[in-house]
């Protein structure tokens, strides 16, 4: 069973909210994002085709910004990635003669999110515009570098004020998202028509 199937499976069990596939987390991308204004839920996928070289990494990355985290596997995976896994991810399985995804263990609140990983899933300049709000004078001239300092050494910012921002400006871009995954998506047609409509010519030639 592959990527695309596994999701399939997933989609419909996000409800409320949006979900975002493939969005940049540290120095990963998580494969799929269920973003409501109470919480975030990052679930990483693998498929038969899959390794698990990279779960280290990616567990790390999603430790420090999601309120949940979930692996979505197949059954071939379920003994080797386990011992991985601190007991607060969560563990979904795809088995290959169901249609739906198995719990083999609910996710549990994550405790280990920070500030400055969590302000960097938004452009710097959003950030810069949640500060000022907060009263930060000068954090409009702050460079990225800077501003991610600020959220690490920081006690007057509120990690959950944070949370919300993240999680508003997130479901707000959206729509953004979409539009753009569609232009992508008619510019690629466009082009294999482009393509199509030469290498007949070359034909007729």
């Given at each position: 069973?592959?990527?695309?199937?596994i999701?399939?499976?997933?989609?419909?069990?996000?409800?409320?909210?949006?979900?975002?596939?493939?969005?940049?987390?540290?120095?990963?991308?998580?494969?799929?994002?269920h973003?409501?204004?109470a919480?975030?839920?990052?679930?990483?996928?693998?498929?038969?085709?899959?390794?698990?070289q990279?779960?280290?990494?990616?567990?790390?990355?999603?430790?420090?910004?999601?309120?949940?985290?979930?692996?979505?596997?197949?059954?071939?995976?379920?003994?080797?990635?386990?011992?991985?896994l601190?007991?607060?991810?969560g563990?979904?399985?795809?088995?290959?003669?169901?249609?739906g995804?198995?719990?083999?263990r609910?996710?549990?609140?994550?405790?280990?999110?920070q500030?400055?990983?969590?302000?960097?899933?938004?452009?710097?300049?959003?950030?810069?515009?949640?500060?000022?709000?907060?009263?930060?004078?000068?954090?409009?001239?702050?460079?990225?570098?800077?501003?991610?300092q600020?959220?690490?050494?920081?006690?007057?910012?509120?990690?959950?004020?944070?949370?919300?921002?993240v999680?508003?400006?997130?479901?707000?871009?959206l729509?953004?998202?979409?539009?753009?995954?569609?232009?992508?998506?008619?510019?690629?047609?466009r082009?294999?028509?482009?393509?199509?409509r030469?290498?007949?010519?070359?034909?007729?030639?």
């Amino acid at each position: 069973m592959n990527d695309p199937e596994i999701r399939a499976r997933l989609y419909p069990l996000l409800l409320g909210g949006v979900y975002i596939d493939e969005l940049p987390t540290g120095a990963t991308r998580a494969d799929v994002v269920h973003i409501t204004e109470a919480f975030m839920h990052g679930y990483e996928v693998k498929g038969d085709g899959d390794t698990l070289q990279r779960v280290e990494n990616q567990l790390r990355c999603y430790a420090e910004v999601y309120d949940f985290v979930t692996f979505v596997v197949t059954e071939k995976h379920v003994a080797k990635l386990l011992p991985r896994l601190p007991a607060w991810v969560g563990v979904l399985v795809a088995e290959a003669d169901g249609l739906g995804l198995r719990q083999h263990r609910p996710a549990g609140y994550n405790a280990t999110v920070q500030r400055a990983p969590l302000a960097a899933l938004l452009w710097v300049e959003e950030v810069k515009q949640f500060l000022l709000a907060r009263g930060l004078a000068g954090a409009s001239t702050l460079r990225q570098r800077e501003v991610a300092q600020f959220l690490r050494t920081t006690q007057t910012i509120p990690l959950s004020s944070l949370a919300q921002y993240v999680r508003e400006r997130l479901m707000a871009r959206l729509p953004e998202r979409l539009l753009l995954r569609e232009e992508r998506r008619a510019e690629r047609e466009r082009l294999a028509g482009l393509r199509q409509r030469r290498a007949a010519r070359a034909k007729r030639r």
